[in-house]
């Protein structure tokens, strides 16, 4: 994501406003160094993946920073860690209000594709809406209403199949489209850091400190 490319070149279109997609984020060697930072021995076990969050502070001048200009710490400060082997997804949702409403997820390892769908009234699944293939090395921003309005989920599947222009929401963004040329991605084990800015961080804090209340 040069200064000579803007986000809005990134838009994936036929989704709500707005999600981005943007290929080779990050280089291969970087990704190896993010995979090996990685502490083995945080991760809380669920039973369809495991995760470890972690407070985050990134460097002035990072690329993701420019991103959290509008939000309320204008960075940043938590990122969570998913991993999911071949076979694991995680089931339809919103990250909620918790958060402001802009993610930024970086792909480590493996493709895969996220589904998103539309909100029902009742903060239900509704119809899907599309489905981004994220590449290893991608970042995803979602904001605004594809933050408020959509849920997204991961399929627990060991093969994403079906792939091709009419059926990948992101497919005239991806760096390489012919990694998938029978419409088949094999998953590997996939890592994803998805970073936010916790709205009510630092009441949490105090809370934990135990002058919150007083
Ligand atoms: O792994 C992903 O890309 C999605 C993770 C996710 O939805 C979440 O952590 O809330
Ligand atoms: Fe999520």
Redo the contacts with the bound molecule.
């Keep these: 994501m040069s200064p000579s490319t803007p986000l809005s070149a990134h838009r994936i279109p036929t989704l709500p406003e707005s999600m981005y997609y943007i290929p080779n984020f990050i280089s291969s060697a970087e990704e190896s160094a993010l995979l090996d930072k990685i502490p083995p021995n945080r991760w809380t076990p669920l039973a369809h ?1 495991r ?1 470890q969050a972690h407070p985050t502070s990134l460097h002035q001048g990072h690329t993701l920073l420019s991103l959290f200009a509008q939000t309320p710490h204008q960075a940043p400060n938590h990122c ?1 860690i ?1 991993e ?1 082997l071949p076979g694991q997804g ?1 089931m339809p ?1 919103e ?1 909620g209000p918790a958060y402001a409403p802009l ?1 930024a ?1 970086i ?1 480590l390892g493996s493709a ?1 594709v ?1 589904d998103v769908y539309d909100k029902t009234e009742e903060g239900g699944r509704g119809e899907r809406l599309g489905r981004v293939l ?1 590449e290893r090395g991608s970042l ?1 921003v979602t904001e605004g209403e594809a933050y408020t309005a959509t849920l ?3 399929e627990g599947c060991k093969v994403d199949g079906d792939l091709g222009p009419g059926t990948v929401a992101n497919w005239e963004l991806l760096g390489d489209p012919e990694a998938f040329p029978d419409g088949k991605n094999e998953r590997e084990r ?1 890592v ?1 850091l ?1 970073y936010r800015d916790v709205l009510r961080v630092a009441k949490i804090g105090a809370g934990i400190l135990g002058v919150g209340r007083r």
């Design positions: 993946r995760l969570l998913n999911y995680i949702h990250d993610v997820t792909s895969l996220l994220c995803l997204h989920g991961i996939r994803s998805t």
